[in-house]
């Protein structure tokens, strides 16, 4: 995301808070947003593992 508009964003996350969330609330929220952002852009990059080999590294089933 490009930084003019992230206070726009900001406001938007806040603004779908119920009246009474805590500041952990909040926090999770910005969290997960930053979290989706970056895999969108690893993604994008072709930063990314297919999940056969993930699963093959790890030794679990199908």
């Known amino acids: 995301?490009?930084?003019?508009?992230?206070k726009?964003?900001?406001?938007?996350i806040l603004?779908?808070?119920p009246d009474q969330a805590t500041w952990d609330d909040l926090m999770y929220?910005?969290?997960v947003r930053?979290?989706?952002e970056a895999g969108i852009k690893?993604?994008?990059e072709g930063r990314t593992?297919?999940?056969?080999?993930?699963?093959?590294r790890f030794g679990l089933s199908k």
Not at 1 to 6: A, K, L, N, P
Not at 8 to 12: I, M
Not at 49 to 56: A, C, G, H, L, T
């Open 1 to 6: 995301m490009q930084t003019e508009g992230i």
């Open 8 to 12: 726009q964003e900001a406001y938007k």
């Open 15 to 17: 603004n779908r808070l």
């Open 29 to 31: 929220q910005i969290y």
């Open 34 to 36: 930053q979290t989706l």
């Open 42 to 44: 690893d993604s994008d």
């Open 49 to 56: 593992v297919d999940v056969k080999e993930v699963r093959k």
